[in-house]
């Protein structure tokens, strides 16, 4: 799927300009490792079969706020500490361990 209309569709159904704001997924709990990733992988999960976002971040340790946009485009971000970092639900739910790798990879700078 083109993220760019995953984004607009979502940011249309938070009633958010697509091309002048972010949407962030922030970690309101702080934890890591292991328990961090769960809660990852059932924000995903959730999101990804259609569930209430407000309900699923509430249960999961995430606020969503609306930030400015840093690029032309919106994105769907997830922050952890200093780390803001891109979030495809979609392949997170279907791959968990490949997604996160690939989050970080692309954090860094890396293929």
Do not use: H
């Not at 309900?55 to 840093?70: D, K, Y």
């Amino acid at each position: 799927m083109d993220d760019s209309v995953y984004f607009r569709a979502l940011a249309a159904g938070f009633d958010v300009p697509a091309d002048a704001a972010d949407l962030v997924l922030v970690d309101t709990l702080g934890d890591a490792g292991l328990d961090r990733g769960v809660r990852v992988g059932m924000l995903a999960r959730l999101l990804s079969m259609g569930e209430d976002w407000g309900a699923v971040t509430t249960a999961t340790g995430f606020a969503l706020e609306v930030r400015p946009a840093a690029r032309p485009i919106g994105r769907l971000l997830i922050e952890f500490g200093q780390a803001l970092l891109p979030f495809d639900v979609f392949a997170f739910a279907a791959d968990p361990l490949a997604a996160i790798t690939r989050m970080f990879q692309a954090a860094e700078g890396r293929p």
